[in-house]
């Protein structure tokens, strides 16, 4: 059964855009993992080709709804990107293309939402395996946390440098219950 989760189609959209946009900075796409207690040498073990990559640790959290209408949901996601010490200059790149993608509100929900539909099979979207039910998106807006997460493993004396942001969005779902975005608009 498809549920409807909106970090997965904005995970999916960066790292389709982000990879192309500075792909001499990536072996492969940039990969997202959710918030759990992060062992960054754990998660470089297992995908052993984008140790150097930039990667991004995410965690979603719903805010409350300030209208009595509850069909428009508003969330934000908080990123963690971090980067080994090398080429640094790769989480500094990655960090302005989220920005350039992700804050300028209805425009950038435009774009994801047609990024969306272009993968839209069936009614549902299906990544990594899973489907998803599609999300229409009505804006993002992007901003960066006044603090830069500096980690260092004691057992290897790698440092791994970071970078904070955070992503507010509004969307409505589009499943059987809304079979279009007129329904809601």
């Known amino acids: 059964m498809a549920i ?9 959209y960066l790292a389709e855009k982000v990879s192309t946009l500075i ?6 796409p940039l990969r997202f993992f959710p918030s759990l207690p992060t062992d960054i040498n754990a998660i ?5 080709e984008s140790a150097n990559d930039v990667f991004g640790v995410y965690d979603r959290m719903f805010k409350m709804r300030r209208s009595s209408f509850p069909h428009i949901k508003e969330e934000q996601l908080i990123y963690n990107f971090y980067k080994m010490n090398s080429n640094i200059e790769a989480l500094l790149e990655t960090g302005q293309i989220v920005y350039d993608l992700l804050d300028r509100e209805d425009e950038s929900a435009q774009e994801l939402n047609e990024w969306i539909s272009s ?5 549902v979207v299906t990544i990594a395996g899973k ?12 901003y960066q946390l006044e603090e830069i997460a500096d980690a260092i493993d004691f057992q ?17 779902p589009l499943n059987s219950f809304y079979e279009n975005t007129s329904d809601v608009l």
């Open 4 to 12: 409807t989760y909106p970090p997965v189609f904005i995970n999916e």
């Open 131 to 142: 489907e998803f039910n599609p999300v229409f998106f009505h804006d993002l807006k992007i």
């Open 119 to 123: 993968q839209v099979v069936n009614g």
């Open 44 to 48: 470089t073990e297992s995908f052993p």
């Open 156 to 172: 290897t004396v790698r440092t791994y440098s970071g970078s904070k942001m955070v992503i507010a969005y509004r969307y409505h």
């Open 23 to 28: 792909p001499n900075a990536y072996n492969g």
